[in-house]
């Protein structure tokens, strides 16, 4: 066993450990960063596609409508760190961005692995943080004058290093994509040192209709609307793309409908997604076109074939065994899909639960049962919508928590 000291030691090495350890770099204190990878920010490659949705340009009063279940909590650690300050780091540190539609930010070069290595790099040189990779902590606990953390050296799975902290930043993520490490190691740690974990379910992942028809998979229906209802009754409408997968639906639409989905199917209740295939018009309108264009002599299907993607015609008709030209406009505007389950963390972009918020400070990530020690990140109990939201949370959660850290040497 080996012994080292630090000031502030952050558990984690994704999104949230890298922002953290970057604020600090140049500071008077000794950082480390522990990640049981062999290198850090995995999750981060694969998100946004593998291109890395960085964050999303809209001002706090839009911005925090798309943060669940608690923006006020989120609101002062985006004040004192925003998206437009993450894109101006970001450029500092020499990664160019562009920006997309929907106010997403991307790197300019499309490239997922490009945010993290800029981020990496520019620690690496800092003299001041250590990347530990390899390493998985075991377990944190408290000492006289902060914390011991105890960290297994996964080469030789042997070697078990005591590292003395001043104050611990736990950064560790959730549940969602356990491939790319995230096993919800920072619940079991907050947990035995007193705090509250709400219940977890995965976020922003396919709903699986009854009877799916997989013959939709690989299709994109943009410009659609998509209502979700639960019980019968409607609680969320989302304007924009669905996507058709192996997994069930997904896309922006199922994603950001997906979080209310899961939470009532948990609860036992029936869900429906309604996807109105032309939003744009009134059933009446439709209607209308339909029998100005309809002849009697001409098939459905055909028909059909002008008003949808080729792919969506057989499948959107096997949905209505009765279909007629009467019934059309309707069907039209409420293609029904009652939904039978969801997509686990295997493939689940996030982690809806967490550490409870109630026992964090907002302004400084601190808890409030055990002094120095802080939380960052999609391991709280804070989650958003597909678009650049999340990361955006682990970045300014990550800053205000080192800040205070330091603040308080």
Not at 178 to 191: M, N, Q, V
Request: proline share 3%.
């Amino acid at each position: 066993m080996s012994f080292s000291e630090y000031e502030i030691v952050i558990i984690g090495g994704g999104a949230a450990g890298l922002m953290a350890a970057t604020e600090a770099v140049g500071k008077n204190c000794r950082v480390a960063v522990i990640e049981k990878n062999s290198q850090c920010g995995r999750k981060m490659l694969i998100t946004g596609k593998g291109r890395c949705n960085i964050t999303n340009s809209r001002k706090w009063d839009e911005f925090k409508e798309h943060i669940h279940p608690d923006s006020g909590f989120f609101r002062p650690s985006f004040m004192a760190f925003s998206n437009s300050d993450t894109v101006s780091l970001l450029n500092k540190l020499g990664l160019r961005t562009v920006e997309e539609r929907g106010m997403r930010i991307f790197p300019l070069s499309g490239r997922s692995a490009d945010v993290r290595d800029t981020l990496v790099s520019y620690l690496r040189k800092s003299g001041n943080v250590d990347l530990c990779c390899n390493s998985e902590v075991l377990s944190v606990s408290r000492s006289q004058n902060g914390f011991d953390v105890a960290v297994l050296r996964l080469e030789d799975k042997m070697t078990v290093d005591r590292i003395r902290a001043g104050k611990v930043i736990v950064a560790t993520g959730g549940l969602s994509y356990p491939l790319t490490g995230s096993t919800g190691d920072g619940y079991k740690f907050a947990s035995k040192l007193g705090h509250t974990i709400v219940p977890t379910m995965p976020s922003l992942t396919a709903l699986v209709p009854y009877n799916y028809n997989f013959g939709l998979a690989g299709l994109t229906l943009r410009n659609v609307s998509l209502t979700l209802e639960v019980d019968g009754g409607q609680v969320q409408q989302e304007f924009g793309e669905l996507t058709f997968t192996m997994g069930g639906l997904e896309g922006a639409l199922g994603f950001r409908v997906s979080r209310k989905a899961v939470h009532a199917l948990e609860a036992g209740r029936r869900v429906e997604a309604v996807v109105d295939l032309k939003p744009a018009v009134s059933e009446t309108e439709l209607r209308d076109r339909i029998q100005r264009e309809y002849r009697k002599d001409m098939r459905l299907s055909r028909y059909l074939g002008q008003l949808l993607p080729l792919q969506a015609v057989k499948p959107f008709m096997d949905a209505a065994p009765s279909l007629t030209v009467g019934s059309l406009p309707v069907r039209l505007k409420h293609w029904r899909f009652p939904i039978r389950s969801y997509v686990d963390y295997s493939r689940a972009v996030v982690t809806s639960g967490g550490v409870s918020l109630k026992e964090i400070s907002r302004k400084t990530m601190e808890s409030k049962i055990v002094p120095g020690l802080y939380f960052a990140g999609e391991v709280m109990d804070l989650d958003g919508d597909t678009g650049g939201y999340n990361l955006q949370i682990a970045f300014s959660t990550a800053v205000a928590a080192v800040r205070s850290a330091m603040a308080s040497e």
